[in-house]
């Protein structure tokens, strides 16, 4: 689903400007065997020194796992999320101790790391002609509470995954945010040899 928002400057492998993130969603529930397929996927993601930070907590749609993680959703989310096949909760281990240290180590690259694993999620989810859509917007507190997230544990993103569905079905001002959106130009991102972007 390419259009003309989703033109790249150069050249790429059209994976990339075909996945976007609705928020319409079928309500058919994802079974285990193709949720655990798309969570593979994201299990061979490169991490700093193979450690491997993320962590995924997942619910499938009809299930008080399911349920748990959309209660921790801010009420934007909640008006759609709940009709994903499945919610994932992405986290990642911050810390680790080191071998011939007593005292745990930072790992400095664990959000990094969790953020190549979602896009391998992503893309596998796409894949399999599903759609995947992130959100920052759900209460951390709350849902390292009721999932027993130690303190050594950052939360990223819930994900809800499933097949999309008709926008129709979207509170009218979800509606017309409901298609793929642009970028900014290669040009605004990138620089050679020192820091020259602007704000």
Known sequence: MTTDVRQPDFRIDPQFTERWSPRAFTGEALD??????????????PSGSNLQPWRFI??????????????????????WAPQAGALVLVLSRTQR????????QP????AFDAGAAWMSLALQAQALGLHAHAMGGF?????????????DHELHAVVA????????????????????????PLSALVAEGRFEFGS
């Open 97 to 104: 101790v080191v071998p011939g240290k007593e005292q745990p």
């Open 161 to 184: 995954l499933g097949r999309r569905g008709d926008a129709s079905q979207l509170p009218p001002s979800l509606q017309e945010r409901e298609r793929p959106n642009g970028r900014l």
């Open 58 to 79: 997942y619910g499938l749609r009809g299930t008080p796992a399911f349920e748990t993680l959309a209660s921790t959703l801010a009420e934007g989310n909640r008006a």
């Open 139 to 151: 209460d951390r507190a709350m849902a390292r509470e009721l999932l027993g997230i130690p303190n």
């Open 32 to 45: 285990r065997g193709t949720l655990m397929t798309i969570l593979e996927a994201a299990r061979w993601a």
């Open 107 to 110: 790992i400095v690259s664990h």
